[in-house]
C-alpha cells in the first residue's frame, strides 16, 4: 500500500481533520488510499506554529486517507486562497509547491511503529492490518 510520511505537526493537523492538503514540490499522479505516517522529524517552523505543547507520535503510522487530487500552486493567490486547507503560511510560498489533496480519513487509535522514507513509498501494512477498533 502506498505511504507518505509527514513531520510533525503537519501529521497530526492532518490526522485530526485541521488540514486537508499536504504541501510537497512534486506532484502524484497516484489517487487511493495512502498511509499517513509520522516521521522521526520536526518541522521546526511548524512546530512554532501549532506545537501548542502536544505530545506528538514519531515514526509510525497513524491512520489513512485517500489521495483525491493534487493541485499546482502557480500563483501566491490559490496558495494564499487555499491556506485553511494547507495552513502554510504566504511567505513560504516560492513558486514549487504542490497541494495533495487528502480526504477520506481513517484514524488509528493504536498507532503502528514503522520506519518511514521520503515520497510517495510503498508498504507492507494492508487496509485490513488497520483494523484497530
Known sequence: ????????????????????IEIRTWKTRYRGPVLIHSSMRFC????ELFADGHNFTMGS??????????KDYEYLEDFYDDYDKHLNPPEWYDGRQKGIILKHLKRLWNPIPYKGQLGLW???ITLEDLDDG
Open 1 to 20: 500500500m502506498k505511504a507518505l510520511s509527514i513531520k510533525q505537526p503537519w501529521a497530526w493537523l492532518l490526522i485530526n481533520e485541521r488540514k486537508t
Open 44 to 47: 521546526a517552523e511548524g512546530m
Open 61 to 70: 503510522i497513524l491512520g489513512v486517507m485517500e489521495i483525491v487530487d493534487c
Open 122 to 124: 510503498e508498504c507492507p
